[in-house]
């Protein structure tokens, strides 16, 4: 029965796909061909007031900008996503899973569903600004966030629609792409080609996923997972490095220039692209416990210079920080794992948990009250609560293991009920901002 109902539903969506108006307006929108000219760019020009915005659905405030409708979606799948894994895990919830395990399922939802929406979000926001053009919104926002949530919604099933969750996946992450190039190649922006290669990969890993899932590739589903996983860290190692030391100089209120080098920088890069290659391609594991150690002694000096004691005091900059520690946490773990048989699923929720989720929380929070006129370094309450919650989790989630092991399990279970308190406040904080115009009446 399910798989005659997988099969209507894909014929459902080719036939909605080949027919739809949606698609053609998002692609006339995103690549508009006729009027491609890289050798003479021609901004797309900006809306600068609300009433300012044209098209189908530009009245709509929530689908002004690329952060609005992508932070909330991550917000809400990411308690949703993690109630399931939980009831899955604690209570063996029946999940229609097939073809992988469960594990692979959540980290797989977890990368490309939470994460890659954050992405999604940041991104289509941070090239408006980089490119001086307009990127998505209204009509065509719309139907790229519709291919994610699709997707998303498949994907709580198990693998049960696994055809159908793969083909909105594949159309959203190649919209996307095409949404933060376009303007990028149009404008010159070549200083944004090591993000830009990043979000490809994660399209390739994708497809390599799903061919992985559908028999066609046998490691795709260890490649798909380990390396979204690592690529997602290789756009925090390379977002931090830019905007972690600048937010701090900037938000401490006091004069101070925070140390960064040019050889910690190229080390970094160097270390981590064999740590990538020789984790996932390389059969034998043996040198990957010396570029872990590496890249924690490379980053740990990298995290001390952006130290100064003003940070504390503000929510929005300690917890950009402690994310980073978490990720230099992470190399550590991964070395013990080689060195002395540390788990190295307490390594990868350092990376994933502690690293991803704290960063990401923490700059939708900060994205969200800056692109609509409120004050970054005055944020709500429960702002502070949710990075607390999160902390709190991570460590549980890391620390508490390694201490207690025999306790494993209620571990496990404390940090993903403080994840889902975590974004739950989040969700609640970021619905009205999201939803309504700007405090200064701009587009945005």
């Known amino acids: 029965m399910a798989g005659n109902l997988e099969s209507k539903i894909s014929n459902i969506c080719v036939k909605i796909l080949r027919n739809s108006s949606l698609l053609r307006a998002n692609f006339a929108l995103i690549l508009n061909i006729s009027s491609l000219n890289l050798s003479r760019p021609q901004l797309i020009e900006m809306p600068l007031k609300q009433n300012e915005a044209r098209g189908p659905l530009a009245g709509k405030v929530w689908l002004n900008l ?19 894994w939980t009831l899955v895990y604690t209570l063996s919830f029946p999940l229609p899973i097939v073809s992988i395990s469960p594990f692979q399922w959540h980290a797989h939802e977890m990368i490309y569903g939470y994460g890659l929406a954050v992405i999604a979000g940041f991104l289509l926001t941070a090239v408006r600004n980089w490119t001086g053009m307009q990127t998505l919104y209204g009509l065509p926002l719309l139907g790229l966030f519709c291919f994610w949530a699709a997707a998303r919604v498949f994907m709580l099933f198990g693998t ?3 055809f159908p969750a793969a083909l909105f996946d594949l159309l ?13 190649c ?6 944004q080609i090591g993000i830009v290669s990043k979000l490809v990969l994660l399209g390739a890993g994708s497809v390599v996923f799903y061919l992985g ?10 490649w798909g997972v380990y390396g979204g996983l690592y690529l997602v860290i290789g756009l925090i ?19 101070v220039t925070l140390f960064n080098s040019k050889w910690i920088d190229v080390s970094s890069l160097l270390l981590f692209f064999a740590l990538f290659v020789f984790e996932l391609f390389v059969e034998d594991k043996t040198i990957v416990p010396f570029l ?3 890249l924690f002694v490379v980053n740990l000096v990298r995290l001390a210079g952006w130290h100064t004691p003003g940070l504390w005091k503000k929510p929005l900059l300690w917890s ?16 013990l794992s080689g060195f002395a048989g540390v788990s190295k699923f307490i390594a990868v929720h350092s990376f994933a948990y502690g690293g991803m989720g704290l960063i990401t929380l923490s700059m939708m929070a900060r994205v969200s009250l800056g692109h609509t006129a409120r004050d970054i370094h005055k944020p709500p309450p429960g702002v502070l609560y949710s990075i607390i919650a999160l902390s709190s989790g991570a460590l549980f989630r890391i620390l508490f293991p390694l201490a207690f092991p025999e306790y494993y399990v209620t571990w496990v279970v404390l940090s993903q009920f403080l994840w889902i308190a975590a974004f739950a406040i989040l969700a609640i904080i970021l619905f009205p901002m999201l939803t309504t115009p700007r405090t200064d009446g701009r587009f945005g």
Request: glycine residues 12%; hydrophobic residues 60%.
């Open 66 to 84: 690329g952060f609005r409708p992508f932070f909330l979606g991550a917000a809400v799948f990411a308690v949703i996503s993690v109630i399931v």
């Open 160 to 162: 049960a629609f696994i």
């Open 172 to 184: 959203f992450i190649t919209m996307l792409i095409a949404a933060v190039v376009f303007p990028i």
């Open 186 to 191: 149009r404008t010159g922006g070549w200083r």
């Open 213 to 222: 899932c559908f028999g066609y590739l046998q490691s795709g589903v260890y």
């Open 237 to 255: 190692l390379t977002m931090g490095r830019r905007t972690i030391p600048f937010f701090i100089e900037k938000g401490v209120g006091y004069p």
């Open 292 to 294: 872990s150690a590496a």
């Open 320 to 335: 950009l920080y402690v994310a980073y520690g978490f990720v230099v946490a992470g190399f550590l773990l991964l070395a």
